[in-house]
């Protein structure tokens, strides 16, 4: 089950907790079929308008039940379209939803659409991103027909902040079109989309043929290997083209031609274009990726700077040398990822071991900082709100011994709720934090005598020791499929609810030394599970860790729905 709220260890950690003490234990990711196709609910969102559509998805207006916040949800369905396609397509589909998901999440720039819930079924995926009011910069260019370079220029440094953004974080997003560009009320530029981006490294090349064919680069077509950021320069020369030229540089009804033209790169111009105009996409839209301009030099050029007097802002934060190891955040991030990257936790405890000795801007630390591995954790623990003044998270006195049902998500599901717990998880911890990505706190933390207090405070009820079952320490356990509890309730307050509600819903109960092991019996249904305790250290909160033993799936989900609702 999802964490909704939790507390933040900077800042005010005693007010930070009570603050949450009303926040809803939990709220599942899994969408009921019904309730979606009957009611139009999906979670806390209540949908409305179609916004579009495309060949396996659709984009519908929805409106935040609490808040009356309107957002797009992006509905995925899993059935694929064609019956030829075999579960290792299925499978690679569902692992571009995880990367989106994942990416979408973390990415955190003025000009990119951000994603804010997510929640799944047997049937969809449902991806749920800020709504951004507006038009399509499609929709701009066929209504106005070519805009002015002025225009055009605006926008396009505001697409080039986005882009080199997503580049320095070793991310390239492989579908850069005129259609996946939004205007927003204000003029603003907004890139979505990131179904087909993926991570890049200097070590590895990419050959997944990825993007619209009027946008696709020449080696694409050839089905050559490429690193990454080459095809995203291509794209946005056509897309600066589009913007000043009405029209797409090459195009024809047959599609082999069109092939043709597109491999060839020989570029026609308008008449009123500038000179630096014609010399910048000339740049870009080269046949030979090692020729094209890179990021560097477009963001430099004549033509992007002119009548501006300060450069392209990517809003990358300084990554400073990480001489500190936030355990269970790593364990964390790298258990998202373990899919993509299996050595994601040795790759940053390998490039700390480096900036602990004091290698800055050697060849070996811009080699590792290079690495995705390393820029997801930079982007994750700048999306929770960590930076090198906040205290450092001790690895000791963790019991971890009863960690493995938490962390082998055997089925789909366990591993979809994952990725909704995830997406709330970086969201809550961001509502907690006091500063934005964009502006600097001069203090961030309390003492370390403070969280001590704490931490005390909340393990140190004499009463709890005799107690069955032990409450353990943990970093990990209760995040993936845990109950929240609120912070003011102590061991033993914790287990008479316990103790009601297993009666109050005849649930057949055994106290053992780690965990209730529990029979749930309705009409000759039944389901076995167990329910175990746990304060984590990361958190600074108890959660409860339910476990399905065996049974019905169903009468285990409506448990764990009431037990989770006496919590709130």
Known sequence: MKVNEVSDISGNIESELNSILDEKAVSPGYIDESQYLLQKIVGKYKLTKNLGSGGTSKVKLGINNETGEKVAIKIVSKKMSTSSLGKDTEAKRDERIYREVLISTLLNHPHIVRLKDFYYNENNFFLVFEYIKGKQLLDLVARNGALSENDSRRFFRQILSAVGYIHNNSIVHRDLKIENILIDDDGNAKILDFGLSNFYDNKRLLNTFCGSLYFAAPELLMGRQYSGPEIDIWSLGIILY???????????????????????????????????????????????????????????????????????????????????????????????????????EKDVRRYISICKEGKSESLEQIYWARRPTISLYYLFIEAVGLNEDLIEITEDKIDESDISDELCLGTEEDRLQMYHNFVSFVFSKEKNNSFSKYFTGSIFLNSESSLNHIEKTVLGDTSNIDNLPAIKNTYLKGFFKGIKIKPTLSHTEIKKILIQFFTAMKITYEIKEKNYKLIYDINETKCEFKISLYFNKLFKEHFLSVTRLSGDKKLFRDALVSLAGIFK
């Not at 008449?271 to 910048?280: D, H, N």
């Not at 740049?283 to 030099?297: A, E, H, K, V, Y």
């Not at 990480?322 to 790298?334: A, D, F, N, P, V």
């Open 242 to 344: 589009v913007m000043l030229c009405g029209k797409v540089p090459f195009d024809d009804k047959d599609v082999h031609a069109l092939h043709s033209k597109i491999k060839k790169a020989s570029l026609t111009f308008v008449k009123s274009l500038s000179s630096e105009a014609e010399e910048l996409l000339s740049g870009m839209i080269l046949p030979t990726p090692s020729s094209r301009l890179g990021m560097d030099q477009i963001v430099k050029s004549v033509w992007v700077n002119k009548d501006y007097k300060t450069n392209v802002d990517f809003f990358n934060n300084r990554k400073f040398l990480l001489k500190r190891l936030r355990t269970g955040y790593l364990k964390l991030i790298s258990y998202v990822v373990r899919s993509q990257f299996p050595d994601m």
